[in-house]
């Protein structure tokens, strides 16, 4: 450089990404095995893409985008733009376009992994997240849908997450149609505003009812001062979306006002709202062809859940819920979690929604010029694992490997024996690798991998054919204040003979 100082890159992550260390991507493994279990049980099979599509491919289906291909990371490569995928849905639909000779019909599939949405990064919201989904594509029956959501219930229960504390709430974009229909928002022409509304009411949880209202009047601007254009409705039209996205907590209060929730009538009310709700939407939607086929399809998965078990305490019809991406067709669904944590500034709030998903039965089409329906659920695998971290519910094995330490560097050799034994038997271990000179510096070291167990054999030891083992976890709790009784009965640290390192090891893991 010219003036004579080396430029060094800086050491830090892009904005709006963040790196994953040992004990995080453990815990996340460990959640999708989980998840993936329950999915395989239902007949699903696990599916890779690759993370870059072309932008033609992906398509303009973002949620607060008005430019073309806004929202994606996106480059030109010879004749093609190339984008990074936003969702595992578009690819999904992709793969099934264009294997549609080859894939059974309907096709079952699962899929982990991150996607990058290129939007403003904010606290708790980054550009790569990681997303777990689940769909089906071919099937046109209402029973698909229903039978993602029950999915989607065992899932979250296989995770940890118990009955009573999550929700997975259902409407119908047939049903929202029919309700902008009778709002005045029906045809070609009205297809922005509609876009604007829908937004809208995602953000109900968010904005609250005079935020959303905004939204769908003149516009609304944010605490940074980016103002969002709204629908343009005038409050009559306003009116009529507010009353539908209220329908459920009505007729909530209506129907278990002054009934005890366990008693044998509150169980009977709880088994019946869902039928309720849905009656009530029919009357809503008044003469719309589309709002009634959405009312009716509502009311058939309400059926063939509560056949399956899973009733209005942990499936139930809301009409809060849209979905913000714009190539949902029919149901639409989020799992959302009830229990309440503590926010950055010590107030409580619930959890809030950690999936999502619906019925796109027109994304394939546009491959293929063939109508291929098609439904499925995408869980946000860092928010539910978060939830999982705020429940204290991530019980992933996160210990750290056995450590063989180094007391000569002569006999590496020796400890290389060891600790080859020890991985042999299927324990977790390694020798330490940096400068052996300071022994305090290598307990260190251990303490700092979560080592459960340090391995030490000096050239006294050596001679007497032994091995000392250093119970870490018990020497922790003992400097915590263990009792003199603990001390006693369990000591920290126990020579054996060499020739029983493993079994030793074993035991001193186990207990």
């Given at each position: 450089m010219s003036d004579g100082k080396i430029r060094r890159p800086k050491a830090e992550t892009p904005?709006?990404?963040?790196?994953?260390?040992?004990?995080?991507?453990?815990?996340?493994?460990?959640?999708?095995?989980?998840?993936?279990?329950?999915?395989?049980?239902y007949g699903f099979d696990p599916l890779e893409t690759s993370a870059v599509e072309t932008v033609e491919a992906l398509g303009k289906f973002l949620p607060d985008v008005d430019r073309p291909n806004e929202g994606v990371f996106a480059w030109k490569e010879e004749d093609d733009w190339l984008a990074l995928r936003y969702d595992l849905t578009a690819p999904l639909a992709r793969v099934a376009a264009q294997n549609r000779n080859d894939l059974p019909?309907?096709?079952?599939?699962?899929?982990?992994?991150?996607v990058w949405r290129n939007e403003k990064p904010g606290p708790g919201r980054f550009r790569q997240f990681y997303q777990c989904d689940a769909d089906t594509v071919g099937a046109s029956s209402i029973a698909a849908d229903a039978e993602i959501c029950a999915m989607l219930c065992d899932a979250l229960e296989a995770v940890g997450i118990p009955r009573g504390d999550y929700v997975v709430k259902v409407n119908n974009r047939k049903v929202l149609n029919g309700v902008m229909e009778v709002a005045g928002l029906a045809g070609d022409d009205k297809e922005a505003e509609r876009g604007i509304v829908l937004r809208a009411i995602d953000k109900m949880d968010r904005l609250g009812v005079e935020g959303v209202r905004a939204l769908l009047g003149p516009g609304r601007k944010?605490?940074?001062?980016?103002?969002?254009?709204?629908?343009?409705?005038?409050?009559?039209?306003?009116?009529?979306?507010?009353?539908?996205?209220?329908?459920?907590s009505e007729i909530e209060k209506r129907h278990?006002?002054?009934?005890?929730?366990?008693?044998?009538?509150?169980?009977?009310a709880t088994r019946n709202f869902n039928s309720v709700v849905c009656q009530y939407l029919h009357t809503l939607v008044r003469d719309s062809d589309d709002g009634k086929q959405g009312a009716d399809e509502?009311?058939?998965?309400?059926f063939l859940l509560d056949k399956q078990g899973y009733e209005a305490d942990r499936i139930q019809i809301d009409t809060s819920v849209v979905r913000g991406l714009g190539y949902y067709t029919g149901p639409v669904f989020e799992a959302e979690l009830t229990f309440e944590i503590l926010d950055d500034k010590g107030r409580k709030r619930q959890f809030g929604s950690v999936a999502g998903g619906g019925r796109y039965d027109d994304l394939v089409k546009r491959f293929t010029g063939q109508s291929v329906?098609?439904?499925?659920?995408?869980?946000?695998?860092?928010?539910?694992?978060?939830?999982?971290?705020?429940k204290g519910l991530t019980n992933a094995d996160t210990a750290g490997p056995v450590v063989v330490t180094v007391m000569d560097r002569d006999r590496m050799a020796d400890y290389m024996g060891m600790v080859g034994e020890l991985r042999s038997a299927g324990i977790r271990a390694e020798v330490y690798l940096g400068n052996p000179k300071n022994f305090g510096n290598q307990l260190k070291y251990a303490d700092?991998?979560?080592?459960?167990?340090?391995?030490?054999?000096?050239?006294?030891?050596?001679?007497?054919?032994?091995?000392?083992?250093?119970?870490?976890?018990?020497?922790?709790?003992?400097?915590?204040?263990?009792?003199?009784?603990?001390?006693?009965?369990?000591?920290?640290?126990?020579e054996v003979p060499r020739g029983e390192l493993v079994a030793a090891v074993r035991k001193m893991l186990a207990s």
């Open positions: 904005k709006g990404f963040r790196d994953y260390f040992g004990a995080a991507v453990t815990t996340r493994k460990a959640m999708l095995d989980r998840i993936a279990e329950v999915y395989h049980r019909s309907p096709y079952r599939r699962y899929a982990m992994g991150p944010d605490e940074s001062g980016d103002f969002a254009k709204g629908a343009g409705l005038h409050s009559e039209q306003a009116d009529v979306i507010l009353n539908f996205i209220a329908t459920r278990f006002e002054g009934i005890d929730p366990t008693s044998d009538s509150g169980r009977t509502l009311s058939q998965m309400a329906p098609a439904t499925g659920v995408s869980i946000g695998v860092d928010r539910l694992l978060a939830a999982l971290t705020a700092n991998r979560r080592s459960p167990i340090a391995v030490i054999q000096g050239g006294d030891e050596a001679a007497r054919g032994t091995v000392i083992l250093k119970d870490l976890i018990l020497g922790a709790n003992i400097a915590e204040g263990a009792s003199l009784e603990e001390w006693k009965a369990r000591p920290a640290q126990v």
